[in-house]
């Protein structure tokens, strides 16, 4: 596998489920990130993570929930959803070079539709 | 706060004509990098280029060429003889710092392009 991997691809669940996003990235990154794309919305960055520490929390609900295990390993645990929740969820990394900016890769993201 | 703005919504041409996708962004950053990226049907999406605000150089890969211009805040993107393949949404997007060197990203809506045959 090369780049950024994202699973499943599709996912559809009802409001009371608990399902989980997975991302992995091959690319020997130290920064991910969660996105959001709803229709007609531009992107959203939900939650960043560098060296495995959450740096940033976009003001997402909490029936949203990341965790990070490692550095090439970001999750997104959904639970009691709402119809409004359903959109693209893109996942990210970038490599930290420490007072400069490198460009973020992405994932083919996951589909979410919300029942 | 840091704004990207991308006002067209949709541009569509026939194959081969040239076409020039708009940028104008916000910062009170002396400090930023500016991107474009392309998102094709499949969902993903392709970094195109990256740009810091010191560099106004205008720069031309193949058919892509990107007009860096800070006195109007404005980051164009020109695909000159335009193809098929190159239908897709495409954002323009504007970063920022924050601890540990992680980016912030701020996007435009996006552009839909579209390459008639």
């Known amino acids: 596998e090369t780049g950024v991997t994202q699973t499943p691809r599709h996912l559809v669940m009802g409001m009371t489920n608990k399902k989980s996003l997975k991302c992995e990235q091959h690319?020997?990154?130290?920064?991910m990130y969660w996105y959001k794309q709803s229709a007609k919305k531009p992107l959203e960055l939900m939650f960043v993570y560098s060296l495995e520490e959450r740096v940033e929390n976009n003001s997402v609900p909490s029936r949203f929930s990341p965790e990070c295990p490692n550095s090439s390993h970001l999750f997104l645990h959904l639970h009691t959803l709402q119809p409004e929740d359903s959109a693209l969820y893109l996942c990210?990394?970038?490599?930290?070079?420490?007072?400069?900016?490198?460009?973020?890769?992405f994932g083919p993201g996951t589909r979410l539709t919300v029942l | 706060a840091q704004k990207v703005t991308q006002a067209q919504t949709e541009i569509s041409v026939v194959e081969k004509e040239d076409v020039t996708l708009d940028c104008v962004y916000e910062?009170?950053?002396?400090?930023?990098?500016l991107f474009w990226y392309k998102q094709p049907p499949s969902g993903e999406l392709v970094f195109l280029i990256r740009r810091n605000s010191f560099d106004e150089q205008n720069e031309i890969s193949g058919r892509y060429s990107w007009n860096f211009q800070k006195s109007t805040s404005s980051f164009n993107f020109t695909i000159t003889a335009s193809q098929v393949v190159d239908s897709a949404v495409y954002f323009c997007a504007l970063s920022g710092f924050l601890i540990q060197g992680a980016q912030k990203l701020v996007f435009g809506q996006g552009t839909r392009l579209t390459i008639n045959p």
């Open positions: 910062t009170r950053d002396t400090t930023y990098y």
């Open positions: 990210a990394s970038s490599q930290d070079p420490s007072g400069g900016t490198n460009e973020q890769f």
């Open positions: 690319l020997g990154h130290n920064a």
